[in-house]
């Protein structure tokens, strides 16, 4: 069973600087794609980003690009989301997610960690 477990939300300042974390378990990731999705209150799930686990490919939404970069720590098995120049509007709960690389759809998901930037 994969499990996802989120940390590393928070409150910080616009301008300010977080680090997430995803420890992903259950089964081998080397052919899952990982990706961090988030929810605004009021709003629908967005794209924030992804990474091809196997080549380190990685996928940004325009919002984030170039402030947020996404990782991967094979030993751990581990997905980091590392968030600068954070504004209010990225503000929300952030969900790590995991599919199989070429398959439409991200079939699982963690619990989420709530991020609030403050201006």
């Known amino acids: 069973q994969v499990q996802l477990v989120e940390s590393g939300g928070g409150l910080v300042q616009a301008g300010g600087s977080l680090r997430l974390s995803c420890a992903a378990s259950?089964?081998?990731?080397?052919?899952?794609?990982m990706g961090w999705f988030r929810q605004a209150p009021g709003k629908e799930r967005e794209f924030v980003t992804g990474?091809?686990?196997?080549?380190?490919?990685?996928y940004y939404a325009d919002s984030v690009k170039a402030r947020f970069t996404i990782s991967r720590d094979a030993a751990n098995n581990t997905v980091y989301l590392q968030m600068n120049s954070l504004k209010p509007e990225d503000t929300g709960v952030y969900y790590c997610a995991a599919k199989a690389e070429y398959s439409g759809s991200y079939d699982y998901w963690g619990q989420g960690t709530q991020v609030t930037v403050s201006s």
């Open positions: 990474i091809r686990w196997s080549s380190g490919r990685t």
């Open positions: 259950g089964r081998t990731f080397s052919s899952y794609s």
